[in-house]
Nanobody
Framework: QVQLVESGGGLVQAGGSLRLSCAAS????????MGWFRQAPGKEREFVAA????????YYGDSVKGRFTISRENAKNTVFLQMNSLKPEDTAVYYC????????????????WGQGTQVTVSS
């Protein structure tokens, strides 16, 4: 069993930056690929980024490529999402998730979800 707890969300102006963290419980964190998804009001949940268990493979959604960076520290059981050049359309609840492989995370084949953290970008 893995529990995921997101943090770091908040209110930021357009053009600003935020860094989200996802802390995982359990000793098996380093064996899971991790990812971030987001869901805006009235919209479907959208893939944002995924990273392999070792951290050497990453995938990004088209809308965040070049602006967001996913990374992980296995020694701290934590995955991060660095968000730069934020836009109002990035406003959403951001969810952390875990799966078997990064490409499966991207395909929404997931084992665990976090509860989410709100990110609001003002114009």
């Amino acid at each position: 069993q893995v529990q995921l707890v997101e943090s770091g969300g908040g209110l930021v102006q357009a053009g600003g930056s935020l860094r989200l963290s996802c802390a995982a419980s359990g000793r098996t964190f380093k064996s899971y690929a991790m990812g971030w998804f987001r869901q805006a009001p009235g919209k479907e949940r959208e893939f944002v980024a995924a990273i392999s268990a070792s951290g050497d493979i990453t995938y990004y959604g088209d809308s965040v490529k070049g602006r967001f960076t996913i990374s992980r520290e296995n020694a701290k059981n934590t995955v991060f999402l660095q968000m730069n050049s934020l836009k109002p359309e990035d406003t959403a609840v951001y969810y952390c998730a875990a799966g078997q492989l990064a490409r499966k995370v991207m395909a929404r084949e997931l084992d665990y979800w976090g509860q989410g953290t709100q990110v609001t970008v003002s114009s």
